[in-house]
């Protein structure tokens, strides 16, 4: 950017801004230069690590574990991990607490050796962040080394190889470390801080022995007599550390059987609660499946009821329904015969009507060709014929005919005919 303008100046302004122009390609040049070793970054010799974008705050899950410096961007950092041996002490100030077998506390001296693994440590990162491992992993051989020192007596760690202990703790602890992305190399066992009471038994125990040794030595006591008096102290400790082990015992099992009784307890007062609650969803079940008998045996009933019920309506009206074609039909062979009856009657009705009107238009045919008459003679003759056999007071005038010119017309043509006849 600073080139860039620094040209443009120069363009612009020519020779008078030569100064300006190359104070600016000099601040372009230191700039970035500047960027250019920030975006450089080194991995230690004794360091493995990842690579992290600042920016978009994503981690690379592949280790860096060559040291030397490489170019990572200027949005990039590493996030960084020994990779060099590490060392988790338990030491005379800071003891390890553990109980044995029988339950008797003991505190260890313990001297742990582990790496953190190279190709696991994105898991690491991802479960513990950047410091968080060291107090986890310590948490971890906490509770394991108790775990792991629970399963020997306490008699085994004044007579057993310590060796072999530590050991079977390194063992236990390399298993449970891995779960967390890291190795046990070495476990040393330094020493063990036994209870005041187990130092006092063990006190008089050597002085037993010193006295009996002192008295060898100054012949005050035969050989015998010293045995005894120690194996009388043997006894003696023995005794007292039976029953302090038989007290521990008998309280450990007192213990449990206290934890099992209120356990059988809760169980009854459990099993006792889903029984009556079974015995409650039984009732339930039961009352509701008689309630649905009797709803389903009503709804039968009533089902039944009105399937015989529409069985005689349908059966009564299968009944009406061939009554009613009967009589239909009874009534159409009756209204069919009327009908024919009726049919043939007017037929011959007709038939006699036309053969008298044929009868009579052949006679008035005949009449007006035999005798000349015109269309009206011909009427007047019939009218005539028709008032012969009919009442003359039936006899309707027409009310726009003289009565004279009428009759006068009509008898004209009466006499002509009978004279023509």
Same mark, same amino acid.
């Given at each position: 950017?600073?080139?860039?303008?620094?040209?443009?100046?120069?363009?612009?302004?020519?020779?008078?801004?030569?100064?300006?122009?190359?104070?600016?390609?000099?601040?372009?040049?230191?700039?970035?230069?500047?960027?250019?070793?920030?975006?450089?970054?080194?991995?230690?010799?004794?360091?493995?690590?990842?690579?992290?974008?600042?920016?978009?705050?994503?981690?690379?899950?592949?280790?860096?574990?060559?040291?030397?410096?490489?170019?990572?961007?200027?949005?990039?950092?590493?996030?960084?991990?020994?990779?060099?041996?590490?060392?988790?002490?338990?030491?005379?100030?800071?003891?390890?607490?553990?109980?044995?077998?029988?339950?008797?506390?003991?505190?260890?001296?313990?001297?742990?050796?582990?790496?953190?693994?190279?190709? =696991?440590?994105?898991?690491?990162?991802?479960?513990?962040? %950047?410091?968080?491992? &060291?107090?986890? $992993? *310590?948490? #971890? !051989?906490?509770?394991?080394?108790?775990?792991?020192?629970?399963?020997?007596?306490?008699?085994?760690?004044?007579?057993?190889?310590?060796?072999?202990?530590?050991?079977?703790?390194?063992?236990?602890?390399?298993?449970?470390?891995?779960?967390?992305?890291?190795?046990?190399?070495?476990?040393?066992?330094?020493?063990?801080?036994?209870?005041?009471?187990?130092?006092?038994?063990?006190?008089?125990?050597?002085?037993?022995?010193?006295?009996?040794?002192?008295?060898?030595?100054?012949?005050?006591?035969?050989?015998?007599?010293?045995?005894?008096?120690?194996?009388?102290?043997?006894?003696?400790?023995?005794?007292?550390?039976?029953?302090?082990?038989?007290?521990?015992?008998?309280?450990?099992?007192?213990?449990?059987? =206290?934890?099992?009784?209120?356990?059988?307890?809760?169980? %009854?007062?459990?099993? &006792?609660?889903? $029984? *009556?609650? #079974? !015995?409650?969803?039984?009732?339930?079940?039961?009352?509701?499946?008689?309630?649905?008998?009797?709803?389903?045996?009503?709804?039968?009933?009533?089902?039944?009821?009105?399937?015989?019920?529409?069985?005689?309506?349908?059966?009564?009206?299968?009944?009406?329904?061939?009554?009613?074609?009967?009589?239909?039909?009874?009534?159409?062979?009756?209204?069919?015969?009327?009908?024919?009856?009726?049919?043939?009657?007017?037929?011959?009705?007709?038939?006699?009507?036309?053969?008298?009107?044929?009868?009579?238009?052949?006679?008035?045919?005949?009449?007006?060709?035999?005798?000349?008459?015109?269309?009206?003679?011909?009427?007047?003759?019939?009218?005539?014929?028709?008032?012969?056999?009919?009442?003359?007071?039936?006899?309707?005038?027409?009310?726009?005919?003289?009565?004279?010119?009428?009759?006068?017309?009509?008898?004209?043509?009466?006499?002509?005919?009978?004279?023509?006849?």
């Amino acid at each position: 950017i600073f080139f860039r303008l620094g040209c443009v100046v120069t363009m612009k302004c020519g020779g008078p801004c030569l100064l300006t122009a190359g104070v600016l390609v000099v601040g372009a040049i230191v700039t970035g230069i500047v960027l250019i070793v920030m975006s450089f970054n080194g991995v230690g010799e004794g360091q493995m690590c990842l690579l992290y974008n600042t920016d978009t705050r994503i981690v690379d899950p592949e280790p860096h574990t060559k040291p030397g410096k490489s170019f990572v961007g200027l949005f990039s950092d590493f996030i960084c991990f020994p990779k060099t041996m590490l060392v988790m002490q338990f030491d005379q100030s800071n003891p390890l607490s553990v109980r044995t077998r029988e339950g008797l506390k003991l505190d260890l001296r313990i001297n742990i050796q582990y790496r953190l693994l190279s190709a =696991e440590l994105y898991q690491l990162f991802k479960k513990t962040g %950047t410091d968080g491992y &060291k107090g986890t $992993l *310590d948490l #971890v !051989a906490r509770s394991t080394i108790r775990n792991a020192a629970s399963a020997f007596r306490a008699i085994q760690y004044l007579t057993v190889n310590k060796a072999e202990i530590a050991a079977n703790m390194s063992g236990e602890l390399d298993k449970a470390m891995g779960h967390y992305h890291a190795t046990v190399r070495s476990l040393l066992l330094n020493g063990v801080t036994l209870p005041p009471e187990w130092e006092s038994v063990i006190n008089k125990q050597r002085e037993a022995l010193m006295n009996v040794k002192i008295a060898q030595r100054n012949g005050s006591l035969t050989v015998i007599e010293a045995e005894q008096k120690r194996n009388t102290k043997i006894i003696e400790l023995d005794t007292v550390r039976n029953r302090k082990m038989n007290e521990k015992t008998i309280e450990k099992e007192q213990s449990r059987f =206290e934890n099992h009784t209120k356990i059988n307890q809760a169980l %009854t007062e459990r099993r &006792k609660a889903l $029984l *009556d609650a #079974v !015995a409650v969803r039984d009732a339930v079940l039961i009352n509701t499946q008689g309630l649905l008998d009797e709803a389903v045996a009503a709804r039968t009933g009533n089902v039944t009821k009105l399937t015989t019920e529409r069985k005689e309506l349908l059966v009564a009206w299968d009944i009406e329904y061939m009554q009613a074609i009967a009589a239909a039909d009874v009534q159409l062979v009756r209204a069919a015969a009327q009908a024919k009856a009726d049919l043939l009657h007017g037929f011959a009705r007709v038939e006699r009507k036309r053969g008298a009107l044929n009868a009579t238009r052949h006679a008035l045919h005949r009449l007006k060709s035999r005798m000349r008459l015109n269309g009206t003679e011909i009427v007047t003759y019939a009218w005539v014929q028709w008032m012969k056999h009919h009442n003359p007071e039936d006899l309707v005038m027409d009310s726009y005919t003289p009565d004279s010119v009428l009759l006068a017309g009509q008898r004209a043509a009466f006499d002509r005919v009978n004279a023509t006849r």
